[in-house]
Nanobody, 130 residues
Framework: EVQVVESGGGSVQAGGSLRLSCTAS????????IAWFRQAPGKEREGVGC????????NYVDSVKGRLTISSDNAKRTTYLQMNSLKPEDTAVYYC???????????????????????WGQGTQVTVSS
């Protein structure tokens, strides 16, 4: 059974940092693309970025480039979202997501955010105050 659990959210002032974790089990972690999404109140869910654990490739939405960094520790089966220089508009519930198989999205290609992800965590709240 695939399980995905996010942690590390919280409240921070603008300009601060947080690190979110996504720990997953029940699949071949090293072979998968893992994506991060977020959903702010009253807004649609948007893709933040992804990582290909097999190729060590990352990709980000333009609004977070240079501020957010995704990495993985395959031995710990954990993917991280390091968030620096946070802004109030980063306030959202953050989710990590997995495709149904290792033949999932190509993280380095534009379509990764529109891919249909099969497994989602419960989300973790990030609140950035001005």
């Amino acid at each position: 059974e695939v399980q995905v659990v996010e942690s590390g959210g919280g409240s921070v002032q603008a300009g601060g940092s947080l690190r979110l974790s996504c720990t997953a089990s029940g699949f071949a972690f090293d072979d998968y693309v893992i994506a991060w999404f977020r959903q702010a109140p009253g807004k649609e869910r948007e893709g933040v970025g992804c990582i290909s654990n097999s190729e060590d490739i990352t990709n980000y939405v333009d609004s977070v480039k240079g501020r957010l960094t995704i990495s993985s520790d395959n031995a710990k089966r954990t993917t991280y979202l390091q968030m620096n220089s946070l802004k109030p508009e980063d306030t959202a519930v953050y989710y990590c997501a997995l495709p149904s198989s290792q033949f999932g999205p190509i993280c380095g290609a534009p379509g990764w955010a529109g891919f249909i992800y099969a497994y989602w965590g419960q989300g973790t709240q990030v609140t950035v105050s001005s």
